[in-house]
């Protein structure tokens, strides 16, 4: 990183190396210097541009992790993912699998599974911080992949037959995977957290791109069957998590990634208890309703 003059100002340049044609970028900066006088935005712009930014082992504090997180938008208060651990007092969501309560436990076994943050908003999650506390000993790299790469390469005769669409999202899509035989009362608490919501399948954003509102938490295709539906789903996610529409982060202690998470599906690849990983996250809200039919809300 170097330092740029204007007009009496300090501007940082940052120091970016592309990692891929899909996306990702290395950023080469210190902790202290992400929260100076422009570089949050720096950062949002180089967000923009390469959807997953790498800080390797940068060893960023919870304070300035917070301090980076309110620089760069408005962060989702910790809720439903509250845990009572110091971090979570502060505003972070601690995903690790030393978790006794079982909620909490299905939410970080859940991430195994390809996602997108906040589909249970109707703006859903603008991007999402992940910091590696403590690297797993085995396992628990962390996926990436880009959607809009993916819809590019769909036939036009495709595309067209998927415009149309709405899909349901909804908590249960995802955690009844972790069960042989979840109980109403495990719909009941899932549906208490996520109900069932519609969102359009095929997302056209205000920045050009498309995203297709896919991953774990896709239930099914309104006006069709469910078994119809699920097909579908299950035949778009294949598609969109090709090798060449992904990335892999293996991670090491201290390292921090931002990506953007409207724009990706994202996972936690398989790892055991024993690994012991830990990571930190806090989510930036939304600014753009996936579509009219959608408020502009929380």
């Known amino acids: 990183m170097c330092l740029i003059a204007s007009r009496g100002r300090i501007f940082m340049a940052l120091n970016i190396d592309p990692i891929g044609p899909a996306m990702g970028a ?13 570089v949050p935005a720096e950062l949002l712009a180089a967000l923009d541009r ?19 997180t309110a620089a760069m938008g408005e962060k989702h208060d910790v809720t439903v993912t509250a845990d009572g651990s110091a971090p979570s007092n502060k505003g972070i969501f601690r995903i690790a699998r030393d978790k006794d309560e079982r909620t909490q436990r299905e939410f970080i076994l859940g991430n195994d599974y390809w996602h997108i943050d906040g589909m249970n ?14 690297a797993p000993k085995e396992g628990g790299d962390t996926g990436f992949a880009n959607l809009d790469v993916a819809w590019q390469a769909l036939p036009p005769a495709r595309k067209a037959a998927l415009e149309p669409l709405r899909v349901g999202h909804c908590l249960s899509a995802c955690l009844r ?9 495990d719909f009941a608490r899932w ?3 996520f109900p069932r919501l519609e969102h359009p399948l095929v997302w056209k954003r205000q920045n050009g791109r498309t995203s297709l509102l896919i ?49 990706l599906l994202h996972r936690s690849y398989p790892y055991p208890d024993a690994a012991d990983r830990v990571m930190h ?18």
């Open 26 to 38: 290395i950023v080469h900066i210190s902790a202290p210097d992400t929260i100076r006088d422009g």
């Open 215 to 263: 991953g774990s938490t896709a239930n099914d295709i309104a006006g069709i069957s469910y078994e119809e539906g699920r097909a579908l789903l299950d035949e778009l996610l294949e598609w969109c998590t090709q090798e060449q529409f992904t990335y892999r982060h293996k991670w090491s202690d201290g390292d921090l990634v931002i990506f953007n998470n409207s724009g």
């Open 177 to 185: 995977r972790l069960h042989d035989a979840p109980t109403p009362d």
């Open 121 to 134: 908003y109707s703006v859903p999650v603008k991007a999402t911080l992940l910091k590696c506390e403590r």
């Open 191 to 193: 549906d208490a957290i």
């Open 50 to 68: 390469y959807d997953v930014l790498l800080f390797h082992r940068i060893g960023m504090s919870d304070e300035i992790f917070l301090a980076l």
């Open 281 to 298: 996250r806090t989510t930036l809200k939304g600014v753009e309703a996936t579509g009219p039919g959608n408020a502009l809300a929380y």
